[in-house]
């Protein structure tokens, strides 16, 4: 945790630098993130949901989209406590619009959590794994393509 410390003290010093958090789990825990905020002035959270991968034969941890609905009430508290703590959240990637209630949806909107041109459609995005291999969707990343 100590080397964590002083990655995080080094990036303090930089104008441009967000922490992010990946949900992947129905009652996710979050709490620590918001103390990193405070401690080390984060001012740009980026909020997501993590998406399945396989790696080497491994699989990551992640929450299938069947769930995302009950995770509404996580993301509305944790942009709150981002608030809080003088931080913004944003969404990066597309969002089922239908997870959200009107109200839900309306705060996020408001608050520029999330944006229809943003989270509300799919673009293609490059994507890097951990072995920095590089493929251009979820969907495609298990096809290798040859020199």
Not at 27 to 49: D, G, M, Q, W
């Amino acid at each position: 945790m100590e080397h964590c410390g002083r990655k995080l003290r080094i990036l303090k010093q930089s104008l441009k630098r967000d922490m992010s958090f990946n949900i992947y789990e129905k009652n996710p825990e979050y709490t620590y993130i918001f103390e990193l905020v405070s401690k080390y002035h984060f001012k740009n959270l980026r909020l997501s949901f993590s998406m399945p991968e396989t790696f080497n034969g491994r699989k990551n941890s992640y929450l299938p989209i069947e769930d995302y609905k009950s995770t509404s009430k996580n993301v509305i508290d944790f942009v709150r406590k981002a608030e809080a703590v003088d931080a913004k959240v944003g969404m990066d990637n597309a969002v089922p619009v239908c997870m959200f209630t009107p109200e839900e949806l309306s705060e996020l909107m408001i608050k520029q959590v999330v944006a229809p041109n943003r989270n509300f459609v799919c673009y293609p995005a490059i994507n890097i794994g951990p072995d920095l291999s590089v493929w251009r969707c979820f969907g495609t990343s298990k096809i290798s393509i040859k020199n």
